[in-house]
């Protein structure tokens, strides 16, 4: 049986994906070395969703996804636990406020709303930050957090309802190349004809890309996160700080509709590799520092800690087109974490860019997350 599409991954990228594609039309399968959907990084995931970003590739992006979680019950009937409490850039230092003042004109050219707040201002938004040494920070409303899981299990049924095929518990083996385009998907249960191969495998696209003989620069890169007990609600936004700290680059947290604290860290120096066992130092770690800028915090009393893997770029930003030198091969990779943000917009355009239907300012994003390009610049809020 021959396939119009084989997407290679069934997470925050892979399954949306697969239901824009097959609602065109597309016959289109699916293959997770996984049994089910969601189960490689996507499960690890905190569900923060935010258009608060320093590349106008991903603005546009996290706008769109905003868009569609908003409406997402209402038009697909699944709740997918959307809360738009916004997000909260904090500055403690003259450093952060520098970057972050000076982030709020590029974000507002392409429709972000944001705005700087001063110290005060910021209080009566997030009257729990600690307000020694605040100088301010940032705040755009609309961003706001889901499920994860929940987001991507709606995607699986949809794109099921939609026509998608789904093979689980299958590792692919081979891409199959004739005269330089894609012919077909080989694994260890069979042989898939095909003339396009979609690669959302995550962190582990790099692996996919050796089958063709490509060296996708995605590694993984090894982030904890923990979870609190259920408290009263109190914190809307995501408080983010910016701040380095010992063995970090910064923390973020927010509290689930549900009424747990969910927090994590990027280490610093990054933790590479796929070992995804939780340590005994990021507790403590990160503890120390969601309580400097939340102190209501440190009484509360947390129920587990896990980690998972981000698939990072040299640059922090995704991989996203059509790879040059093979032709029929697609990916959308190295999305630093950020897949549940960035997935449903990034699936949406996939299938425009397979069906030929792109729409105005499309070309920007694909130009600025092209997968051939130099990887030179750094974003700044990775």
């Known amino acids: 049986m021959s396939y119009d599409i084989v997407v290679i991954g069934a997470g925050s990228v892979g399954t949306p994906a697969a239901f824009y594609l097959a609602r065109e039309g597309l016959k289109v399968l699916v293959i997770d070395r996984l049994p089910s959907p969601g189960q490689g990084s996507n499960k690890a995931a905190i569900g923060g969703v935010r258009a608060t970003h320093s590349d106008p590739a991903k603005i546009r992006l996290g706008l769109r996804t905003i868009e569609i979680l908003s409406r997402f019950s209402e038009e697909f009937g699944h709740d997918v636990e959307w809360r738009p409490g916004g997000y909260v850039f904090v500055a403690y230092r003259p450093e952060e406020e520098k970057t972050l003042r000076e982030l709020v004109h590029l974000q507002r050219s392409f429709g972000l709303n944001i705005r700087w707040c001063d110290a005060d201002e910021l209080l009566r938004i997030v009257p729990d930050l600690n307000p020694k040494d605040l100088r301010g920070g940032t705040y755009s409303p609309d961003d706001g957090h889901c499920s994860p899981l929940l987001l991507c299990h709606a995607y699986y049924e949809l794109a099921k309802k939609a026509g998608a095929e789904f093979h689980f518990s299958e590792e692919v083996l081979a891409i199959e190349v004739r005269a330089g385009r894609v012919t077909a998907v080989r694994t260890d249960k069979g042989r898939y004809p095909t003339k396009l191969v979609l690669n959302a495998a995550g962190a582990w696209a790099a692996k996919i890309g050796k089958l063709l003989g490509l060296d996708h620069p995605v590694y993984p890169d090894c982030h904890e996160a923990g979870i609190t007990e259920p408290v009263a609600h109190f914190l809307d936004p995501m408080i983010v700080d910016i701040r380095p700290g010992?063995?970090?680059?910064?923390?973020?947290?927010?509290?689930?509709?549900?009424?747990?604290?969910?927090?994590?860290?990027?280490?610093?120096?990054?933790?590479?590799?796929?070992?995804?066992?939780?340590?005994?130092?990021?507790?403590?770690?990160?503890?120390?520092?969601?309580?400097?800028?939340?102190?209501r915090l440190?009484?509360?009393?947390?129920?587990?800690?896990?980690?998972?893997?981000?698939?990072?770029?040299?640059?922090?930003?995704?991989?996203?087109?059509?790879?040059?030198?093979?032709?029929?091969?697609?990916?959308?990779?190295?999305?630093?974490?950020?897949?549940?943000?960035?997935?449903?917009?990034?699936?949406?355009?996939?299938?425009?860019?397979?069906?030929?239907?792109?729409?105005?300012?499309?070309?920007?994003?694909?130009?600025?997350?092209?997968?051939?390009r130099s990887f030179q610049a750094q974003e700044v809020l990775r």
């Open 246 to 295: 010992p063995g970090s680059a910064n923390c973020y947290f927010h509290q689930l509709a549900t009424g747990q604290i969910a927090f994590c860290i990027t280490p610093d120096p990054p933790i590479l590799g796929e070992d995804r066992r939780e340590t005994s130092v990021f507790l403590p770690q990160v503890a120390k520092r969601i309580i400097q800028v939340v102190p």
């Open 298 to 372: 440190s009484g509360i009393r947390v129920r587990r800690t896990w980690r998972g893997l981000y698939p990072m770029t040299p640059d922090g930003l995704p991989m996203v087109g059509w790879m040059e030198g093979v032709h029929g091969y697609l990916v959308a990779i190295g999305l630093c974490g950020q897949g549940v943000m960035l997935g449903p917009a990034v699936g949406e355009l996939l299938a425009r860019l397979v069906t030929e239907k792109l729409q105005p300012g499309d070309g920007l994003v694909l130009e600025n997350l092209s997968p051939n």
